[in-house]
């Protein structure tokens, strides 16, 4: 059970900080070039279905996160 001061849910912290964390390690780790061609279509079909994921997620979305744009990376979740 969460303390009564800490916030949970979309703002985790902890949780962010840890993600963060993680992340940083895999780009360090040098394997993020393997993992983005393992990650590519092995067919034409699987190619077009995930176009079609992706232009799904778009529709739904409300706009490009400001800090893809500013190169800043992470969960975005900042202490207050």
Avoid: L
Avoid at 51 to 57: H, I, K, N, P, V
């Amino acid at each position: 059970m969460s303390k009564p001061n800490e916030v949970q849910g979309e703002g985790n912290y902890k949780a962010a900080e840890e993600y963060d964390e993680a992340q940083r390690k895999f780009v360090k780790s040098g394997k993020v070039d393997s993992a983005a061609r393992d990650a590519e279509p092995k067919t034409k079909e699987e190619a077009e279905e995930m176009q079609r994921a992706e232009e799904a997620g778009r529709k739904h979305a409300k706009g490009e996160d400001p800090a893809i744009k500013q190169g800043g990376g992470g969960s975005g979740a900042k202490k207050p």
